[in-house]
């Protein structure tokens, strides 16, 4: 073989190997910035998914501060309905006619007080069984009527704006 010939036979070899050595490059290159784009891919879409958890947050305080705006309101409306109860109390022992239309009057502001609390998703708490999430006892009596723990006599009603307390029943229970 001339030397020619050999040495464009080396030339081609180089240039096979560096032509090899590029596509090589070109390939780790092209691995690097796939790992990359999908890292980021990855990145983003946790982005994204913590946008939508961040969104459905404030989408429901939203709504419960929408539901419960009123809570305040009602607060300070629950005396009055303590004071047209007691007056109701009060009047029903006299026996004046002039009294009676009056309790009449009182009767029917506190029936419609009551509705309107109803129409905004305040209502009493219940008082069957004594509950320490709902009441609140403020004295311990003796009775043979009741078992112990039962409640005795409601002081003063609570009231819950729909599933949250606004003030405990204020109660007396059984102590045997």
């Known amino acids: 073989m001339s030397k020619k010939h050999k040495h464009h036979k080396e030339n081609e070899s180089l240039e096979k190997e560096t032509q090899e050595q590029e596509n090589c490059e ?6 690097n910035k796939t790992s990359e784009l999908e890292e980021r891919l990855e ?3 946790r982005a994204y998914a913590a946008c939508e958890n961040d969104k459905k947050i404030m989408e429901k305080q939203k709504t419960q501060a929408i539901d419960y705006a009123a809570e305040k309101f009602a607060k300070d409306l629950l005396p009055i309905a303590d004071t047209l109860e ?3 109390k009060n009047i029903k022992s006299k026996d004046d006619e002039c009294v009676k239309e009056m309790l009449e009057g009182v009767e029917l502001t506190l029936k419609k007080m009551m509705d309107t609390f109803k129409n905004h998703g305040i209502e009493p708490v219940e008082h069957e069984e004594f509950d320490p ?9 003796p009775s043979d009527e009741h078992e112990d ?3 005795v006599e409601v002081y003063q009603k609570g009231y819950k704006l729909k599933d949250r307390l606004i003030r405990p029943s204020m109660v007396t229970i059984c102590k045997n």
């Open 26 to 31: 070109i390939n780790d290159k092209e691995e």
């Open 43 to 45: 990145q983003a879409l």
């Open 86 to 88: 007691l007056a109701i």
């Open 133 to 141: 999430n709902l009441h609140q006892a403020i004295q311990q009596v």
């Open 149 to 151: 723990g039962q409640i």
